[in-house]
């Protein structure tokens, strides 16, 4: 079974803090999401990264691929309150429609 | 152009009844995926069903089925319910399958008394 660890399980920041997320795995996959979910919503796609070692930029958002394929991370600059939600990522290890979620960092962001 | 669609929003069952649950992909996806999000165990895969076939299946007892009809609409049943099933059933469609790309519906919040 394909697990996938995300770290820490909660954060609670104030607005204009920085902060990483960790997704951590020992399995290789071929792809790997970074999903932001709230509360009566589903996940929605922020990023999908591809190659080992690749860097994303979306805004504020920096998501990062390991060389291995097998973990990622997420940092945000400057967190907002509009920022705040439950952070999933997902691995994909044959098809795409086939997800393998980690645990879940839920982010709050105060004022 | 409408969202990935999920009918019922809210469902509250008792112990040993049945449920089915909808869902309707965007217009022109033909590839639907079904995951269970629980606080224990997180998002977890159910199945994926393409072209009206399941072409993937995860690790959940045989009460749990599904199909797909031939306009893409999908259906999830749970037979024998038990309190353990009481979780957030989410719906996810894509163009196919191996579109790296899925849009997740709202989900449906089923419970279980």
């Known amino acids: 079974t394909q697990l996938l660890e995300q770290s820490p399980q909660f954060l609670s920041i104030q607005e204009g803090e920085n902060l990483t997320v960790y997704c951590n795995s020992s399995?290789?996959?071929?792809?790997l999401q970074w999903y932001r979910q709230e509360p009566g919503e589903g996940p929605v796609l922020l990023v999908t990264v591809v190659t080992g070692g690749e860097v994303k930029k979306l805004k504020r958002l920096t998501f990062q691929f390991g060389d291995a394929r097998k973990d990622s991370s997420l940092h945000i600059t400057a967190a907002q309150p509009g920022d705040t939600g439950l952070y999933l990522c997902?691995?994909?290890?044959?098809?795409?429609?086939?997800?393998?979620f980690g645990t879940g960092t839920r982010l709050q962001v105060t004022l | 152009k409408a969202g990935v669609t999920q009918t019922p929003r809210y469902l509250i069952k008792t112990r040993g009844q049945q449920v089915t649950l909808s869902c309707s992909p965007i217009?022109?996806?033909?590839?639907v995926s079904w995951y269970q999000q629980t606080p224990g165990q997180g998002l977890q895969f159910l199945f994926e069903y393409f072209s009206e076939t399941q072409r993937n299946k995860g690790n959940f007892p045989g009460r749990f089925s599904g199909r797909q009809f031939s306009n893409s609409r999908s259906e999830m049943n749970v037979s024998t319910l038990e309190l353990g099933d009481s979780a957030l059933y989410l719906c996810a469609s894509s163009f196919d399958p191996n579109y790296n790309e899925q849009f997740f519906g709202p989900g449906t919040r089923l419970t279980v008394l």
């Open positions: 997902a691995g994909v290890a044959g098809t795409a429609s086939k997800l393998t």
């Open positions: 217009s022109g996806h033909r590839s």
């Open positions: 399995s290789v996959f071929s792809s």
